[in-house]
């Protein structure tokens, strides 16, 4: 984390993608989503939001195993809630975050 945080505050990304459920998924959104760029820094916007910091897009966002006892479970669904735009893989995926997932 601390790694990609020191890439992040060098390059300033406008996006930062990650991808699945794995622990590194977690990791670089956290980070991503606490990170502020210096005062001199682009801030953007996207749906009126504007932010001192990268946007974050997840892909394979809204799977659901329904069991918390999995690591990839948590990692789940804190990317989803950390992320500003969300790319589902199956309706499945979809109808979970419309439902507002009642286990996340």
Do not use: Q
Not at 18 to 45: E, F, Q, R
Not at 58 to 87: K, W
């Amino acid at each position: 984390m601390v790694r990609f945080e020191e890439v992040c505050l060098k390059e300033k990304p406008d996006w930062v993608v990650v991808v699945g459920d794995v622990n590194s998924t977690m990791a670089c959104a956290l980070v991503a989503s606490k990170i502020v760029y210096p005062n001199n820094s682009l801030t953007h916007s996207l749906n009126n939001k504007r932010v001192k910091r990268p946007f974050i897009a997840h892909i394979e966002a809204g799977l659901r195993s329904f069991d918390r006892t999995m690591p990839e479970e948590i990692n789940r669904i804190v990317t989803d809630a950390l992320s500003d735009l969300l790319f589902t893989p199956s309706e499945d995926a979809d109808e979970n975050l419309l439902r507002r997932d009642p286990s996340s």
